[in-house]
C-alpha cells in the first residue's frame, strides 16, 4: 500500500477497468491499448546467500526485487575489514565470520556462481575456486593424519623427507588407535545407511543420535575423536551425542561419492581465490543491480503485518531508527531463522502451523577468529581440523590459495604476511589456560585461548609450526558480544541438528498465500546448514512464488545429494523389510 492507501494492485485493476469502459463506449471503433501492467514486486527481507539468491532469480525472470538487508550484504558469508588496519594506501586486513566452504556435493550454488560475471572468467565466478590438495586431522601429542585430496588435473602437495616421515607415522599411530574390529563395524554401520530407503532415514535415523548409531561410548578414544566427534563438532557444529544420524550420515554419504568422483560439481574440498567479497559476493551484488535489483542496507525487519489472510506489509526500522512499513506484492523472508521467528505475530503463525514448528529449531555457536602473522607458518596446504582440541578448532592459511593478491602488498600495513583462519565451534568447554569455556573467556583471552590451542595441536612432536614472536594481530569475529560477562550473544548463530530437527524444517511455500520462506533453516535436501541449503531454499520459494502467479517463466532448478542409481534396488528391498518392522538387512545391531 502506498501512502495514499491505495495498493499498487488496486490501481492496476482500476485502470483496467477504465480502459474497458473506453472501449465499449466506443461505438465499435478502433480498440484501444490496454495499459500494461507492471511485473509483480517482491520484497525479499534479508541480503545473505538465500536473500541474494532469490533476488538473482526474480530478476531474471523479470520480476521487480527490492533486497532488505540490516547490517551488510552476503550475511555470514561475506569477509569484512579489520578497521583501521590499512596503511599506506593498502586495503584493511581481510576478515571473516568463518572461512568459506564449498565442497564438489554441492550444486545449486556453483550454478549460481557460474551465472556471476567475472572479468577474465569463462565461468564467471564459479572460476574463482580453488582446490587445496590436502586435510589433516591435527592430534594434541600425536603426528598429524594427512590426507591426500586428489582430483583430476590437480598437482598433490610437495612434502619433504620429514614430512613424508611424520605423515607414515600418524597413518600407522591412526590404524593402531582404531582396531580392527571396530573399523569394520563402522564400514558396516555406513552400509546399513547407504542401504536403507527414505523411510528407515526419516524416521529411525532420524531419531538416533549418531553417537548411538556407531556405537561410539562402546568404541577406543580414537573411533570417539575422529569418527564420531571430529565428523559432528568439528564440521558440522553439532555434538556427536545429539546429532541426527540421518543429517550426518547424508553428508558423508555425499562426501564419499564426490571422493570417488562421483556426483561431483568438482574436488571435495574448495575455496575462494580471494577474500569472500572480492571474489564473490561484490561481484554478484554488481551484477545484480544490472538486473533492476534495488539494495536496501540498514533496514532491519521488526514484524511481518498480516491481516485478511496476506501479508499486508513489512514493518522494518530504517538506517536512522525510524519505524517504517514497507509493502509488495510478495515477500521473501530470507533472514536467520532465530531472527525470522521473532519477526511472526500469532495471527501469521496460527495461518500455518509450520511457522511455530520453527520455536523447536536450534542454533549454537560457530564462530571464527583470524591470527595474521609477520612470517608464513610451515602448515599444510589445505584444512586442518584440530580434533583433539577443547574448542574443537578448524582452521586453513590463506594467502598461498590467493595467488593473484600479494597479501603484505595489498593488505594491512605491509608487515602481515598471511592470515590463519579459525573457526570455533565448541564454546562451552573449558579450555586449557584459563579453566574457562570461551563464553566466560573476554575477547582477549578467547584470542590467547584458541592460539594456545592451536599450538598444542602443531607444535606437538619436536616441531616449531607457529611462533608467538610471529604473531602481528587477531580479529574475532564482531558479531560475538558480552563475552566474559553473565549473558554473552552471538547476532550469527549456525543452525544444528539435534535428532528430530527434520520434521521441523519448514518449506519454501506457506499457507499465506504471499509469503515463502528462504534460508539455511528451510527443508531441502542437503538438510544442513550451509550455503548450498540456502541456495537450494531460496530456488524453491522462487519456484513457490512462480506457481503462485501462474508465471509461464521457467522453473529454477534445484539439484538433490547424489545418490548411488545401483543401490535402488537394495533400498526398495530395505523398504519392504522397514514397513514390515525388520532391520536393514545389514544391520548387526
Not at 224 to 248: C, D, F, M, Y
Not at 542 to 552: F, G, Q, T
Request: glycine content about 10%; proline content about 6%.
Amino acid at each position: 500500500m502506498d501512502r495514499s492507501g491505495t495498493t499498487r494492485r488496486t490501481f492496476i485493476a482500476g485502470a483496467a477497468a477504465a480502459g474497458s469502459a473506453a472501449a465499449l463506449t466506443s461505438g465499435g471503433g478502433a480498440a484501444h491499448a490496454a495499459p500494461r501492467s507492471l511485473p509483480p514486486s517482491v520484497a525479499v527481507l534479508g541480503g545473505g546467500v538465500a536473500g541474494l539468491t532469490a533476488a538473482h532469480e526474480l530478476a531474471e525472470r523479470g520480476l521487480r526485487v527490492t533486497v532488505y538487508e540490516r547490517r551488510a550484504l552476503g550475511g555470514k558469508a561475506r569477509s569484512m575489514d579489520v578497521p583501521g588496519s590499512g596503511k599506506g594506501g593498502r586495503a584493511a586486513l581481510p576478515a571473516e565470520h568463518g572461512f568459506r566452504f564449498i565442497p564438489g556435493i554441492y550444486h545449486n550454488l556453483p550454478d549460481t556462481m557460474r551465472r556471476i560475471p567475472f572479468p577474465g572468467n569463462a565461468n564467471g565466478v564459479w572460476d574463482n575456486l580453488v582446490a587445496p590438495p590436502e586435510m589433516s586431522f591435527a592430534r594434541t601429542g600425536r603426528e598429524d593424519l594427512r590426507i591426500p585430496l586428489p582430483w583430476p588435473g590437480h598437482r598433490p602437495a610437495e612434502l619433504t623427507l620429514d614430512e613424508i616421515r611424520r605423515a607414515l607415522t600418524a597413518f600407522l599411530e591412526t590404524i593402531a588407535g582404531i582396531p580392527l574390529h571396530e573399523t569394520a563395524y563402522f564400514v558396516n554401520r555406513g552400509l546399513v545407511f547407504l542401504t536403507s530407503c527414505d523411510e528407515r532415514r526419516n524416521e529411525a535415523w532420524e531419531r538416533t543420535p549418531w553417537w548411538d548409531f556407531i556405537r561410539a561410548e562402546e568404541m577406543s578414544y580414537d573411533y570417539q575423536r575422529i569418527l564420531a566427534i571430529g565428523l559432528t563438532r568439528n564440521i558440522v557444529a553439532t555434538k556427536a551425542e545429539e546429532a541426527s544420524t540421518r543429517t550426518v550420515a547424508t553428508l558423508l554419504e555425499a562426501f564419499a561419492f564426490n571422493a570417488l568422483g562421483r556426483g561431483a560439481d568438482g574436488p571435495l574440498d574448495r575455496i575462494l581465490n580471494a577474500p569472500t567479497n572480492e571474489a564473490w559476493i561484490d561481484p554478484w551484488v554488481t551484477h545484480l543491480e544490472s538486473l533492476g535489483v534495488e539494495f536496501k542496507v540498514g533496514w532491519t525487519l521488526r514484524e511481518l503485518a498480516y491481516g485478511s489472510g496476506r501479508i499486508t506489509g513489512a514493518v522494518m526500522e530504517d538506517p536512522d531508527g525510524a519505524g517504517r512499513s514497507i509493502t509488495a506484492d510478495h515477500y521473501i523472508s530470507a533472514i536467520p531463522v532465530e531472527h525470522a521467528r521473532r519477526t511472526w505475530g500469532a495471527a501469521l503463525r496460527a495461518a500455518d502451523p509450520q511457522l511455530g514448528r520453527c520455536d523447536k529449531l536450534e542454533t549454537d555457536w560457530m564462530t571464527g577468529i583470524q591470527f595474521y602473522l609477520t612470517e608464513r607458518a610451515p602448515l599444510l596446504h589445505g584444512h586442518l581440523n584440530c580434533i583433539d582440541s577443547p574448542w574443537s578448532l578448524t582452521a586453513i592459511q590463506q594467502a598461498e590459495h590467493w595467488p593473484h593478491r600479494d597479501f603484505p602488498q595489498d593488505y594491512g600495513d605491509g608487515v602481515a604476511v598471511d592470515c590463519v583462519s579459525v573457526d570455533i565451534s565448541e564454546w562451552d568447554r573449558p579450555g586449557i589456560l584459563y579453566g574457562k569455556t570461551a563464553k566466560q573467556c573476554t575477547r582477549e583471552q578467547v584470542a590467547r585461548e584458541v592460539w594456545a590451542q592451536l599450538k598444542a595441536a602443531l607444535n606437538d612432536t619436536g616441531r616449531q609450526v607457529l611462533k608467538d614472536s610471529a604473531l602481528h594481530s587477531w580479529f574475532l569475529d564482531p558479531g560475538v558480544g558480552g563475552l566474559g560477562t553473565p549473558h554473552p550473544t552471538n547476532d550469527d548463530e549456525l543452525l544444528i541438528h539435534p535428532v528430530g530437527t527434520f520434521h521441523n524444517r519448514p518449506s519454501a511455500a506457506t499457507k499465506v498465500p504471499n509469503l515463502f520462506l528462504s534460508g539455511d533453516y528451510v527443508a531441502v535436501d542437503i538438510d544442513l546448514a550451509t550455503m548450498e541449503g540456502a541456495n537450494a531454499s531460496a530456488r524453491a520459494a522462487v519456484n513457490a512464488l512462480l506457481d503462485r502467479i501462474a508465471s509461464p517463466a521457467a522453473r529454477c532448478t534445484v539439484k538433490p545429494l547424489f545418490r548411488a542409481p545401483e543401490l535402488d534396488h537394495l533400498k526398495r528391498h530395505d523398504r519392504t523389510r522397514h514397513r514390515l518392522g525388520l532391520r536393514n538387512v545389514f544391520d548387526l545391531g
